[in-house]
């Protein structure tokens, strides 16, 4: 997977409007982005969309823009479409407190990207 810690920080971001709003959707694409004990993604389309949004970014490090560009990508597969307002509120600069706190986290080493049963 190409530049791990910005997937971190996006997962974290996403988690953190999870736990603020609860959405089930959310929740459910979570699950499917989680990491699995052998480091891949419990949805191996995630990975792959992952690594495509970090390619068509003009600046491979700045998670922000990836986030938005794997929502794009993710959004033109056709998958759940309230995911479209997450894009546009990024795209406006919306919940940054949130992302600001994902960013943070990660750099702490308080998050965690892996898929818990049970």
Not at 14 to 20: T, V
Request: aromatic share 12%; glycine share 6%; proline share 3%.
């Amino acid at each position: 997977m190409k530049n791990i810690k910005a997937y971190r920080t996006f997962y974290r971001y996403l988690d953190n409007i999870w736990n603020s709003e609860e959405h089930d959707w959310l929740g459910s694409l979570l699950s499917q982005m989680s990491w699995l004990p052998d480091g891949s993604t419990a949805d191996p389309a995630h990975e792959s969309d992952w690594d495509k949004a970090v390619e068509q970014v003009s600046a491979p490090d700045d998670a922000y823009m990836i986030g938005m560009q794997f929502l794009r990508i993710y959004l033109d597969i056709g998958y759940i479409d309230e995911i479209g307002d997450i894009l546009k509120d990024m795209e406006a600069r919306k919940r940054l407190d949130l992302w600001e706190k994902a960013v943070r986290d990660v750099e702490q080493g308080l998050d965690d990207p892996y898929l818990h049963l049970g």
